[in-house]
Nanobody
């Protein structure tokens, strides 16, 4: 069982930045592919970004050039640097770990609100 704890959310003005962190329990973090998802009230959860065990990254089109996913295996942590934030980026953001055995783990989410 892997526990994921997100942090770093909050209220920010349009154009501002936030960095989300997600810390995983256990000793197998380096073997997990990590993703960030987000969900707004009344909407389906949507994929945001992925980073593989080898460090390859990919993003959904509407965050490309603004968001950066990274990982620090020594700290069991994945990050999501979010710049040039827009009101439509207001969501609950979740980190997800997918292990080589096919198991998937979700964090509890952290709220990001972009508003003036």
């Amino acid at each position: 069982q892997v526990q994921l704890v997100e942090s770093g959310g909050g209220l920010v003005q349009p154009g501002g930045s936030l960095r989300l962190s997600c810390v995983a329990s256990g000793s197998s973090f380096s073997t997990y592919t990590m993703r960030w998802y987000r969900q707004a009230p009344g909407k389906q959860r949507e994929f945001v970004a992925i980073i593989t065990t080898g460090g390859t990254t990919n993003y959904v089109e509407f965050v490309k050039g603004r968001f950066t996913i990274s990982r620090d295996n020594a700290k069991n942590t994945v990050y999501l640097q979010m710049n040039s934030l827009k009101p439509e980026d207001t969501n609950v953001y979740y980190c997800v770990a997918a292990g080589p055995d096919g198991r998937v783990y979700w964090g509890q989410g952290t709220q990001v609100t972009v508003s003036s």
